[in-house]
């Protein structure tokens, strides 16, 4: 990017390479992936639409873990209560699609009452207590009759919609989402609350020490990582469109994200995005061997646990010192003072 | 008024008294060392004022205000900076980052002036050659000074330096001298745990000493380390020793 204004000694750069060729690679990206359900088959589009949701959820628990130190295992619950939202609006004559910004909202307003609660426990018991919530918010939602109970509800309002034109806007949907999630983390993490997540990541101690508010700031990503699940429990509810409990509260998202940040790298931009591809590709190759893309891509999380904790990003990136993604500040140029 | 006032200061581990009645001010600008044999509890006593760690009893003030409940981040933007003994580094972020978010969120600076603040502080301690370093990479030496910028860049009032000497080379600790005298000679209070005693003198203009969590001498530097206490406490000579280092 310009250099900053530089009034004072130093002028600093946000990437140590020329952004030209990554924005004009990431314009490309963006308009193959919105134009795809025109060039590609439906199966693929469909494919890309469940990666969309994978990057979302990865992304999210990846600022979570990765940057702010909570593993949750809980983030189900807002996937849940994400695609409950949208079906509850859905239910009250609101267009689907339209609800997933306010299903963002109503998670993001959710979870703040409940980091009161969860900020009182550490490590393991964070941990267990994220799941006991998503369980719990399942067990409620379940009761509801309205919603469907235990048994389930189908989205209604999709049927104005032609078959492919409700498959296209679908896929614009979850693709838009997804978008909006990963650009929306990249400038997070450019800001001042970058810095300040990337002090968290390293040390905390540290961190505290330095200044850093970290209970807000952890609320902060606690709030946000809700809202971006809570995105994509929306528009998994509009695709599937059959919402359940057992299906939108499952623990497996959260394995699943968990899994991909690892592999793909926690505390870096680009690495849940590639643990979604590596994900994707196994499955997607190995998917008449049954349940093996599983068993491989379970190994594989172990190894780079035990090899290469950073994960296959950041072997990459120390292999070959550049990022798709800077959020870095270099120091330029010193003009010394006389 | 002082600056900082410890008033009966107390706090156990367990069966582990790491500070019992603890009280003694420091003034604005003061350079005053601590010293006292390992265990004595005095990275505890920084813990407690710096507040990573809550005493049991007893009041500690910083500019008359008591910050007993308040949080480490509080303190810090409030004036308190400090270095750890074990260097702790940012390791995935640059040198010039690590100086910038204690530049951002300690002093609360922006833009273009908390890049300023942050690399004043790497410039002050020597560290402006490395800026754009991963600070993971640094060996010891340079952690340490890494500690200082940060705490630096946080502009503090009062720094709290944790045996920021220790484990370097004689010209090193010169180096440190220098800068840690230029820092007293701004105005900026110091307090100072070191076990290289001459490190101390040569900065130094009151020195405190701990045992077992008790402060056994509090004076003019010659009369502290020529103590019945002090040198009981050091087994005879020790401490003498340390300081032919
Ligand atoms: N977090 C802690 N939990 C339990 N014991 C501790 C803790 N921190 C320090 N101690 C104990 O308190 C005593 C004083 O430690 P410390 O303050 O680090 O001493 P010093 O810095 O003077 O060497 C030691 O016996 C140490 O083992
Ligand atoms: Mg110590």
Redesign the interface.
């Known amino acids: 990017m310009t250099p ?9 750069r946000r990437s140590t390479h020329s952004p030209v060729i990554t924005m004009v690679g990431a314009a490309v990206l963006v308009g193959l992936l919105s134009a795809a359900p025109w060039i590609v088959s439906q199966s693929l589009a469909s494919i890309l639409m469940n990666f969309f949701i994978l990057v979302i959820m990865a992304t999210m628990w990846n600022l979570l873990a990765g940057y702010a130190g909570m593993v949750s295992i809980g983030q189900q619950a807002f996937v849940g209560l994400g695609a409950y939202a949208t079906l509850y609006l859905a239910i009250k004559g609101m267009n689907p699609f339209v609800t997933i910004p306010l299903a963002a909202a109503a998670c993001g307003i959710i979870a703040l009452p409940i980091t009161y609660l969860l900020f009182r426990l550490r490590g393991g018991y964070f941990s267990i207590a994220t799941w006991v919530i998503a369980d719990t918010a399942m067990l409620i939602i379940g009761t509801i009759a309205l919603l469907g109970g235990g048994t389930g509800h189908l989205v209604p309002g999709l049927s104005n919609l032609s078959p492919t034109a409700l498959t296209d806007a679908e896929y614009l949907a979850t693709w838009i989402v997804a978008l909006l999630v990963v650009a929306g983390t990249y400038f997070l993490l450019r800001s ?1 609350v970058g ?2 997540l ?2 968290l ?3 905390e ?11 807000s700031a952890r609320r902060m990503v606690f709030v946000i990582a809700a809202a971006g699940c809570g995105a994509a429990g929306a528009v998994l509810a509009i695709s599937q469109p059959f919402v359940q409990p057992g299906n939108e509260f499952n623990l497996q998202w959260s394995a699943e994200m968990l899994f991909v940040s690892m592999i793909g790298g926690l ?1 870096t931009i680009e690495g849940p995005i590639l643990g979604s591809i590596v994900f994707f590709v196994l499955q997607q190759s190995l998917q008449q061997q049954g349940a093996w893309y599983l068993i491989i891509f379970g190994a594989l999380a172990m190894a780079v646990a035990i090899w290469q904790p950073r994960g296959l990003w950041g072997a990459f990136r120390d292999r070959f010192h550049m990022e798709l993604m800077p959020v ?4 330029r140029e ?1 003009k010394r003072p006389k | 008024m002082p600056l900082l006032q410890l008033e009966g200061v107390s706090k156990k581990f367990g069966q582990v008294v790491v500070a019992e009645e603890i009280t003694f001010q420091l003034d604005q600008g003061a350079a005053v060392g601590i010293v006292g044999p390992n265990g004595a509890g005095k990275t505890s006593l920084f813990g407690m004022i710096s507040g990573d760690i809550r005493q049991d009893s007893g009041r500690i003030l910083f500019e008359d205000q008591s910050v007993g409940s308040m949080t480490a981040a509080v303190r810090c933007r409030m004036g308190m900076g400090r270095t750890y003994q074990v260097p702790h580094p940012f390791e995935r972020m640059t040198v010039f980052e690590n100086a910038l978010l204690a530049a951002q969120q300690g002093a609360q600076a922006h833009g273009q002036k908390s890049y300023d603040l942050a690399f004043a502080a790497l410039e002050r301690t020597g560290l402006a050659e490395l800026a754009n370093r991963p600070a993971g990479s640094l060996g010891l030496l340079h952690r340490k000074r890494l500690e200082m910028a940060r705490a630096l860049a946080t502009g503090p009032k009062l720094l709290l330096l944790d045996e920021i000497a220790g484990g370097l080379t004689d010209p090193e600790v010169n180096e440190l001298i220098v800068i840690i005298r230029g820092l007293r000679d701004d105005g900026i209070a110091v307090l100072w745990i070191e076990h290289v005693v001459r490190a101390l003198l040569s900065t130094v203009d009151r020195l405190l000493c701990l045992a077992s969590g008790r402060l056994v001498a509090d004076g003019p530097p010659s009369e502290v380390l020529a103590s019945e206490e002090v040198r009981k406490v050091y087994l005879g000579g020790k401490i003498i020793n340390e300081a032919a280092i």
């Open positions: 900053v204004d530089s009034h004072g000694l130093i002028s600093i001042r810095l300040v990337a002090s990541r390293d040390n101690v540290a961190a505290r020490s330095a200044g850093v508010r970290v209970t505390g870095g500040h270099w120091v010193t």
